[in-house]
């Protein structure tokens, strides 16, 4: 059983929801990023996503953007990435992904990517700018080592899609919830509700929204639809404003979700 199913399935077992927040390698040095991780951890996240700096990130919104220009001027390399996760793996218990695109891993050759992050403990891939259909340059290398693709789907996605996205799935679904850019957003339409009960019931791994959500409310009105949530600008924003205190705050909004759910 992979680290990303286990963390999963014990939530389904607890009537749990997921909290996934996102880091950018780098971002304040390289040697923030076991910190920060560990810091997560205790917050009690599910998993962590770690973002690599890339100069062409066509899903970024501005903060992530930004944070990924400041971790490139600090000489982040994704090779230095995953030697540090790996450094920090022995005392980190819950699942790594890292988010990142086709080409710096092109550029890294996706055997020696692959076998690399399988050493450094890695257990998650999410490649926003990989379309299903050309997965098989890489999801092979994957599977082999037990590494999980996280396939991602869209508010515009055909109903066909969802399920050929949904079938090939591993760990869980990512349920993209703007049709656009990463990015705190004011709130969320009577759409995405839709669509996410939609891909719920279509989908028989967990389901998790991400984009634009960045307040306790956000997280307590999107994740009654789904199985957890991902956070990514809002969590750049605090660990760069030094408001911990905020991180967790909105981590322990799904707990507080899980206990009004327990109460009905």
Known sequence: MTRIHKVMQELKNNNGKAFVPYVMAGDGGLQSLPERITFLEKAGATAIEIGIPFSDPVADGPVIQQAGLRALENGTTLKAVIQTIGEIRPIVHIPLIIMTYMNPILAYGIPKFIEDSFRAGVDGLILPDLPVE????????????GIEIIRLVSLTSPLERIHNIANRGKGFLYAVTVNGITGVRQ?????????LKKVKNISNLPVLAGFGISTSTHVQEIIQYCDGVIVGSKIIELFNQGDLDGIVELINAVKTVKNSLKDL
């Open 134 to 145: 050309e997965e098989d340059i890489i999801a092979g290398h994957a599977d082999k080592a």
């Open 187 to 195: 709130g969320f339409n009577e759409q995405l509700l839709q669509h």
